[in-house]
């Protein structure tokens, strides 16, 4: 088995003749799955400033392991260092590098912000004004993370690359898979729908088995890191406040064009100062009052500047297409199957039971069993093994059936 589970490892010719040197003295995995001392082993750990991958970095330099950190800087330096609350903020560069100088182990800053604003910060602000409801944490770990910092790890020669997710890697009978983490209020699945078999091989999630959050600052205050009693960051971290239609309104004013609320039935209601500043489902903060019953969002037509709003059973919806797929699951999809599974449509919603149809590798028809409401074009939908913690992939929702 030692020797079936090292190879699902392997990311270059020169990894393989190490495992080999090892496997043939015969020498027990370690604690990441490689069979080699720790002390040979090179783990890249990704330090957004905060108290879980400080841990992260910690706990394996404590286990012995050769540990680099590296953090991305997404920001202005200058602004950045104003900005609290937020991965990759100037005080958070500082934080990472002063954990790294505390335990002695090497630190690096990459500057990051024209990728990030190019693979994420860019994306966000058109799909907004498209009328989607985004997700760019995910395009974050997707296109910056994961693939990025990633290949940055490989140029420096890493056996892996660990994160502070929550979430858990384990060993099944055709290779690595996701699962969600112990803690299922911490859980991060939803945001690592995307990554890849391929980057999953690489990765590694320490506190993915911790029984909660209070269990990881414990870690930290054994450390003493500075750290410990850091606060969670909440927002979208380029976005302070979470006031998404300022940060549009400034890349593109002209998003912030006004138009009409009109009701389903026909009825104009009011007017609005940007289809930028509305989401699918929401109620509050209309601007329209007089009404007898509650009125939601119900749909956003961006061309002709329109909010609709309605009825909170309109909102409700059975079939919800998805396109660009990650599947992880151990079969490859194809066109006239039905599969039984749970799934995500919002991160804070809990699963639901589903059947996925699908049309081709990367798009499908998911059939929510009960009927969904919020249901929105840009937010993700995340597969999950029925009854199972293994999550088995995802994709994005491209409109309202």
């Known amino acids: 088995m030692p020797a079936i589970e090292c190879r699902q490892f392997l990311t270059s010719k020169a990894n393989r003749e190490k495992v080999e040197y090892y496997m043939a003295k015969d020498l027990p995995l370690n604690s990441l799955g490689f069979a080699k001392p720790v002390s040979e082993t090179r783990v890249v750990v990704a330090m957004s400033g905060g108290v879980d991958s400080s841990v992260v970095a910690a706990l394996l330099y404590e286990q012995g392991y050769d540990v680099i950190g590296v953090t991305l800087q997404l920001y202005d330096h200058g602004a950045a260092l104003a900005k609290k609350g937020a991965c990759c903020a100037g005080i958070d560069i500082y934080d990472a590098r002063k954990v790294a100088d505390q335990m002695d182990f090497p630190h690096y800053v990459l500057d990051y912000e024209n990728v990030f604003k190019e693979a994420v910060i860019d994306e966000f602000a058109q799909s907004y004004i498209a009328g989607a409801t985004p997700v760019p944490c995910i395009r974050c770990n997707e296109r910056v993370k994961f693939k990025d910092l990633l290949q940055t790890a490989r140029d420096l020669d890493a056996d892996c690359m660990a994160t502070g997710h929550y979430i858990q890697r384990k060993i099944g009978p055709n290779g690595a898979e996701l699962h969600c983490a112990a803690d299922a209020d911490k859980d991060q699945s939803y945001f690592l729908f995307s990554t890849t078999p391929a980057q999953l091989d690489f990765l590694r999630f320490p506190l993915g088995h911790l029984a ?46 006004g138009g009409e609320i009109i009701h389903v039935d026909g009825r104009v209601l009011g007017r609005h100062e940007g289809v930028i500043r509305y989401t699918v489902g929401q109620r509050r903060g209309l601007g329209i009052g007089g009404l007898h019953e509650p009125i939601y969002v119900i749909s956003l037509d961006v061309e002709s500047k329109r909010v609709i709003v309605g009825p909170k059973e309109l909102l409700k919806t059975r079939l919800v297409p998805v396109s660009e797929i990650n599947w992880l699951g151990s079969s490859a999809l194809s066109a006239g199957q039905e599969l039984q599974i749970s799934v995500k449509v919002r991160s804070t919603r809990p ?40 999550i088995l992939g995802g994709g994005w929702i491209t409109k309202r059936a």
């Open 212 to 257: 909660s959050k209070e269990a990881t600052r414990r870690l930290a205050e054994k450390y003493s890191l500075s750290v410990a009693d850091k606060p969670d960051s909440q927002d979208i971290c380029f976005i302070p406040n979470g006031d998404y239609a300022s940060v549009i309104e400034k890349l593109h004013p002209e998003a912030a064009a």
């Open 351 to 390: 699963s639901r039971e589903a059947i996925l149809r699908p049309l081709s590798d990367t798009e499908c028809v998911i059939e929510l069993l009960n009927p969904e409401e919020g249901v929105a074009p840009g937010q993700a939908c995340v597969f999950y093994e029925t009854g199972g913690t293994r």
